[in-house]
């Protein structure tokens, strides 16, 4: 949600306090590092100008950044800088202040556990590997197009849940 106020822009996120509050603590540390660390490949990052709320609902004001079609080199410069933002003393995997790795990767967009290392999650990714089968034979490979032949659709979040973890 874009909020104006005495001029300026906000961009205003809200949602449960698990979730917006680490997301507050990494959208802040990202920021202080590439305000320390100038380099003209980093991207844009907001500012976390605010955030308040209660048990329920957290609120995160954010400076505003009007986003413009960036060209894909640019692009894969901002994922290459972001990929190489250390993470801060004693971090282990996961978002910034705790919490579960949050992506639509997992079941719900939330991981399952807490993954200590790297090496948890990798032999984690390894174990459920066999449920995603369809990755490496998807079932359209052979499929010709043209008139008649229908696309597949994007069969969402739940594509790579097994049946054990519906149980």
Known sequence: MRVHRDGLLYFVKFGHPNEILPEIQTQSYIFDY????????????????????DSRT?????????????????TAQALVWLSRVPPPPNHVIGPLGGGRIRHKFFKEYKAPLLFSSVEALQRYMYKVRPSFYFLE???????QSGPGVHSALDPGPEAGVSRRDKR
């Open 34 to 53: 590439a305000r320390s660390n100038p380099d003209p490949d980093a991207p844009r990052i907001p500012q976390v100008v605010h955030h308040f709320g």
């Open 137 to 143: 034979h998807p079932p359209f490979t052979n499929m």
């Open 58 to 74: 957290e609120y995160l004001v954010m400076e505003f950044i009007t986003l413009t079609a960036a060209p894909i080199d640019r």
